[in-house]
């Protein structure tokens, strides 16, 4: 501890590349971490709610699909799965024109997956009695499913979902293993040639904690409104 | 008006229902009574089409409908002209009571937002609660919940009411206000259903009273008939494990 203090007080050349350093890797945080993080969230979202419904209404062959899908997601490490697309998949000719757009693809059918089966549980969640009176009043399954079901299911699966959304933005840094320039991969760059690993890792952890606690700030601010929405 | 002839319906390889046959006329306030598990339930589950059926006929306003093998339009067509009011209530937890009510008329009849809205807050009134348009079912009591319920099932307008236990799941003093809608709804001639163990109400409401046991009609009758004079045994026992 006395060590540490020492080396930020005394030592003014770590207080310049910690300055310095921060707004290099804030940059490609803003630029690259975040997008990737909402574009592929995004795409997750879209994803978990056709699976979900998919398997919800146990849809012929398409929910046999999906549930092979989630199976082959849930069980292989991420690491292994922007490897096999990035490295593996250009083999096969699908090929890569940028190695942002692969990270995207694939975390956004990694929480996908996992999104699918929080959502498919609040599908479960929903009174079986709220469909028939649905169907009572002469709506349609999909009405029904739209207007009454998936709202109750999104409210009550919103707390899993945002929590999948802070995992992601951590493990967006996952894609510096596949050359995407972000915070994580920059911030490796500036150690190759300052040499200052502790200063330089704790820098980025602290700014993934800061992008951490802003998500979970909004989550508490709509867990209220959606709680008011429905009168609780 | 409605008619079911020979239905039977089996769960697994029971029968619940074993040939149930009846007649239903404009203005008939029909109510069931029978013990827990005779098929009450199931029964106005299947009129509805919430459950499948093994054999029947349901003949609605000189329409005929077999009732094993009905496709997606004729269900949705028998749909329109009739309501049903669950036990449990079940509203839309996530819409307000007057949403509640005009969701059918908005989604499923397409009825422009203003003209639904009217006609909901009409049938709020009617129920007594149109100072409760806006709240949540979270926000009523179970009392008011199937007021509500009853309001959404008025407003699509259909030519018959089913009631499944309307008041069964409701605490004592909150049975009376929901009684006393289904009372109004009387005066004003709607043909209905009830299955219902409130007997002096049913005793006083009913037009024909149906007594069920075991998956068949055993009796049926005009409410003084069935309370008053059974003829058989097996009705007379279940009305007086209800006099005790
Ligand atoms: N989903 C089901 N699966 C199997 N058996 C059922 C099901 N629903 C009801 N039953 C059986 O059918 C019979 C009639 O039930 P029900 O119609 O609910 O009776 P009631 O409403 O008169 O109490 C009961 O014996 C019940 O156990
Ligand atoms: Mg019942």
Redesign the pocket.
């Known amino acids: 501890m006395i060590n540490c203090f020492k080396m930020f007080s005394m030592d003014s050349r770590l207080l310049e590349i910690f300055l310095n350093s921060f707004t290099r890797i804030l940059i490609p945080g803003l630029l690259v971490t975040i997008p990737l993080t909402i574009v592929a969230f995004f795409l997750a979202m879209i994803i978990a709610v056709v699976v979900a419904i998919i398997r919800f209404a146990n849809i012929k062959i398409l929910k046999d699909i999906c549930r092979f899908y989630v199976w082959i997601i849930r069980g292989t490490p991420l690491l292994v799965q922007l490897f096999f697309a990035y490295y593996g998949l250009p083999k096969l000719g699908i090929t890569w024109t940028s190695p942002f757009i692969c990270a995207v693809l694939v975390f956004a059918f990694n929480e996908g997956a996992y999104a699918s089966e929080t959502i498919r549980g609040s599908l479960n969640s929903v009174s079986e009695g709220q469909i028939e009176a649905g169907y009572c009043v002469g709506m349609s399954y999909l009405q029904i499913m739209w207007r009454i079901v998936l709202p109750q299911a999104l409210r009550a699966a919103f707390p899993s979902l945002m929590n999948g959304l802070i995992g992601m933005v951590k493990d967006t840094s996952l894609a510096s293993n596949i050359t995407v320039t972000e915070m994580f991969f920059v911030t490796r760059t500036i150690v190759t040639t300052t040499y200052e690993p502790l200063l330089l890792y704790l820098e980025v952890a602290l700014i993934y904690l800061l992008f951490s606690s802003i998500l979970s700030k909004v989550q508490t601010v709509i867990e209220k409104k959606l709680n008011a929405q429905v009168g609780k | 008006m409605l008619e079911i002839k020979n239905l039977k319906k089996k769960?697994?390889n029971?029968y619940?229902?074993k040939d149930i046959s009846f007649k239903v006329e404009k203005g008939d306030i029909i109510s069931?009574i029978?013990?827990?598990?005779?098929?009450?339930?199931?029964?106005?589950?299947c009129l509805n089409f919430l459950?499948d059926s093994d054999q029947g006929q349901l003949i609605f306003d000189e329409e005929t409908y077999d009732m094993a093998n009905i496709n997606k339009k004729e269900i949705n067509e028998i749909r329109k002209k009739t309501g049903f009011v669950f036990q449990n209530y079940n509203l839309f937890l996530n819409k307000t009571a007057l949403q509640n009510v005009t969701e059918g008329l908005i989604i499923a009849r397409k009825m422009a937002k203003e003209e639904a809205i009217k006609i909901g807050e009409e049938m709020l009134n009617k129920v007594g609660l149109l100072d409760r348009k806006d709240y949540y079912p979270s926000q009523l009591s179970g009392g008011q919940q199937q007021r509500i319920a009853i309001a959404r099932a008025l407003a699509l307008n259909p030519e018959i009411i089913y009631f499944?236990?309307p008041t069964s799941a409701l605490d004592p003093e909150l049975i009376g206000e929901v009684l006393e809608v289904i009372r109004q709804l009387a005066l004003e001639k709607r043909t209905m259903i009830i299955?219902s163990h409130e007997m002096h109400f049913v005793k006083n409401i009913s037009t024909k009273v149906i007594f069920?046991e075991d998956?068949l009609i055993v009796e049926e009758g005009g409410p003084e008939d069935i309370f008053d004079n059974p003829k058989e045994k097996r009705t007379k026992e279940f009305l007086e494990s209800y006099r005790r």
Request: charged share 25%.
């Open positions: 769960y697994d029971d619940v229902l069931i029978g013990p827990s598990g005779c098929g009450k339930t199931t029964l106005l589950r459950n499944d236990e299955v069920m998956g």
